[in-house]
Nanobody
Framework: QVQLVESGGGLVQPGGSLKLSCAAS????????IDWFRQAPGKEREWVAR????????SYADSVEGRFTISRDNVKNAVYLQMKNLKPEDTAVYYC???????????WGQGTQVTVSS
């Protein structure tokens, strides 16, 4: 059974940092590209970042490029999102998901809430 457990969110002031974690199980983690998404209140879920199976290729949404860093540990079946210089517009619930998502279908983890506010 596929399971995705996001953690590490919290309340942080503008300009602060957080590191999110996603623990995955129930599928062969090391062969999948992994994406981070986020959903702000009243908005559509949006893609944030992607990492290749070996971690040698990454890509980012323009809105987070240069501030966020995605990484992974295939031994621990985990993917991370280091977020720096956070802005109020980064406030959202953050989710991870394998790509292609057919392995999980419509399933999403519970997400982790990030709130950037002074």
């Amino acid at each position: 059974q596929v399971q995705l457990v996001e953690s590490g969110g919290g309340l942080v002031q503008p300009g602060g940092s957080l590191k999110l974690s996603c623990a995955a199980s129930g599928f062969t983690f090391s062969i999948y590209t992994i994406d981070w998404f986020r959903q702000a209140p009243g908005k559509e879920r949006e893609w944030v970042a992607r990492i290749s199976p070996l971690g040698d290729r990454t890509s980012y949404a323009d809105s987070v490029e240069g501030r966020f860093t995605i990484s992974r540990d295939n031994v621990k079946n985990a993917v991370y999102l280091q977020m720096k210089n956070l802005k109020p517009e980064d406030t959202a619930v953050y989710y991870c998901k394998p790509f292609p998502s057919t392995i999980v279908g419509d399933y999403w983890g519970q997400g982790t809430q990030v709130t950037v506010s002074s």
